[in-house]
């Protein structure tokens, strides 16, 4: 079955759109083409805080320590890395890249991503439409949309989004097919979800599992389909995706799970998951049709009232765009195929009523109407995508299978059989789609480096911790927690303990540390024009460790 699916044909085909979403995204981001190894995409927090866990993966495996567990961050208390964005999987693949350096190993997984999120999502059009070249659109529509390129400013998690549609793509295989094929495709399942968080975090993994769950859900609603999903046949298959997931996924799972069931999980959890930090992060219903922030050619319209939604909990989690080319085309598919089309309707206004937070908000106005995140929200424990934008992944992959299916009912209506013909129009698509979704995006590279007195730092002998100032997150600062995010770099050549430093999820006993250091407070005092008190010296630790105090 899997040499069937791996022919010359399939690989040669697969080999030829995924060079072709590759060379895109390099054009789209020369500037970190220009100078691959110390050059990468933005200069925030999370770029440092990703290039220090493909470094930590390496290190602790090396080292033979508890891959889930440091105590080189947020010393002495040390932090539980089940819920920050760890990547295991991406940091073992980004291992060999590492030794040219963290920067270059970095941008190889970012643009690595950019090819798998294309593959999946070709992968799955092409098995709704059965038009390859429907499915290479829908694809570019889905690796190039506005979300996926603002999340891929900084969050390594969301780089490699295709694992949702491939896992989507196996699970939808699972239940159309028979015999020992459909429990292949329940491995195969398996090894997706595997992926979706191994390779990212538990927010898209959750998404990816309630995303199946709803497609069940339709199956089942369906007289016409019913069976297929209610069948003795699919509950073993279903037994046998969940046990292959857990089996092969138990090394990086266990942790996770072991941390959400121990004390204390709650305050992490919750830690900034409020209604209104949700509000913050949630879709405003103008922002599906705003072009993105990153998109340099429509900036300008940054000026404009309306675009005030992106300044609020920051652009990233507020960029939903789809694009009136991709959106046109997939109206035009839901018209003429309105069979083939109908799931992905579904799909794309559950998730919408979850992307859009709490309440609805329309430009500058908040109103109080609930949305179904409301009910997301209450749910303990799997409540931690506290980023309502966040659902808009699948928002994106239904436009990208409706807009796909419009293409091939266009196609099928026009007639257009020859290559020319089709490659010509193609072409214009993609063009208009492209100055739409991402345009020139907007040039935010930054080299990281680790300066001198940080290296000369690292040869000092014996047991010390190092605390960098400033400590806190600056609110003032574009980016507030940068300087802790370098922190974290730092310790990538240090190897030793830092106070401090920055992870996705903490609790408050974490962040009591610092803010009960006499230094960390004279230094934000004298930072912001205070007055200055000269810090005693004193032993802040009970094992007698020397402190060094760096200031950047």
């Known amino acids: 079955m899997l040499i069937k699916m791996l022919t010359k044909k399939t690989c040669y085909e697969y080999s030829i759109v995924g060079l072709i979403y590759l060379f895109v995204a390099f054009a789209l981001f020369l500037p970190i ?36 567990y440091t105590k080189l961050l947020q010393w002495p208390v040390g932090a539980n890395l089940a819920y920050m964005t760890l990547q295991p999987i991406t940091g073992i693949l980004s291992l060999p890249f590492q030794a040219v350096s963290l920067p270059f190993a970095y941008n190889v997984m970012f643009f690595l991503g950019f090819l798998i999120s294309g593959i999946g999502a070709y992968a799955l059009a092409k098995y709704i439409t059965n038009d390859k070249y429907a499915a290479f659109l829908g694809g570019f529509v889905f690796t ?95 037994a046998i995706m969940v046990l292959t997931a857990a089996i092969l996924g138990s090394w990086g799972f266990y942790p996770i799970f072991k941390a959400a069931l121990s004390n204390g999980a709650s305050s992490t959890i919750s830690e900034m998951n409020s209604i209104q930090n949700n509000m913050a992060w949630s879709d405003n219903l103008l922002s599906f049709f705003l072009p993105s922030y990153y998109n340099s050619i429509f900036n300008g319209l940054a000026s404009h009232e309306y675009y005030s939604i992106y300044s609020i909990g920051g652009p990233q989690d507020r960029i939903a765009y789809i694009g009136y080319t991709a959106l046109g085309l997939a109206l035009y598919g839901a018209y003429r195929s309105f069979k083939k089309s109908k799931l992905w309707i579904a799909i794309g206004i559950l998730f919408l009523l979850l992307a859009l937070g709490p309440f609805v908000e329309i430009g500058p106005f908040s109103t109080p109407i609930p949305t179904l995140y409301l009910i997301y929200h209450a749910i303990p424990l799997i409540n931690f995508i506290r980023e309502p934008g966040r659902f808009d992944v699948i928002i994106e ?18 007639k257009w059989h020859d290559k020319k013909s089709l490659y010509t129009v193609m072409a214009i698509f993609c063009t208009l789609y492209m100055i739409e979704s991402a345009g020139i995006p907007i040039n935010s590279t930054y080299t990281p480096h680790i300066p001198q007195f940080i290296k000369a730092e690292s040869m000092y002998p014996g047991n010390f911790s190092t605390l960098v100032l400033p400590a806190l997150p600056q609110p003032n600062n574009e980016s507030p927690a940068e300087y802790m995010g370098q922190a974290d770099y730092y310790t990538t050549v240090l190897h030793k303990p830092i106070l401090g430093g920055y992870i996705s999820r903490e609790n408050a006993t974490q962040e009591g540390i610092l ?30 460790r020397t402190v060094h105090i760096i200031c950047t």
Request: no cysteine.
């Open 33 to 68: 083409i220009s100078n691959p190894v110390k050059t990468t995409l933005g200069a925030t927090y999370d770029v440092y805080q990703n290039m220090w866990n493909y470094w930590w993966v390496g290190y602790s495996l090396s080292n033979h320590l508890n891959l889930y």
């Open 397 to 414: 992959l239904a436009i990208a299978m409706l807009a796909a299916i419009g293409f091939a009912s266009l196609r099928e209506k026009m």
């Open 144 to 238: 190039f949309s506005a979300f996926h390129i603002a999340q891929s400013y900084g969050h390594g998690q969301w780089f490699f989004i295709g694992w949702i549609a491939l896992f989507i793509y196996f699970f939808m295989k699972m239940i159309e097919t028979r015999g020992n094929e459909r429990y292949f495709m329940a491995i195969i399942s398996g090894v997706m979800l595997v992926l979706v968080v191994l390779m990212g975090d538990v927010e898209p993994g959750l998404i990816a599992l309630m995303t199946v769950l709803a497609i069940l859900a339709a199956y089942i609603l369906s007289k016409a389909e019913r069976k297929k999903a209610l069948s003795k046949e699919f509950a073993y298959a279903f």
């Open 515 to 544: 803010v009960n250091l006499p230094i960390v407070l004279y230094a934000t005092s004298l930072q912001y024009g205070e007055q200055y008190i000269t810090p005693v010296k004193e032993n802040l630790t009970k094992d007698h």
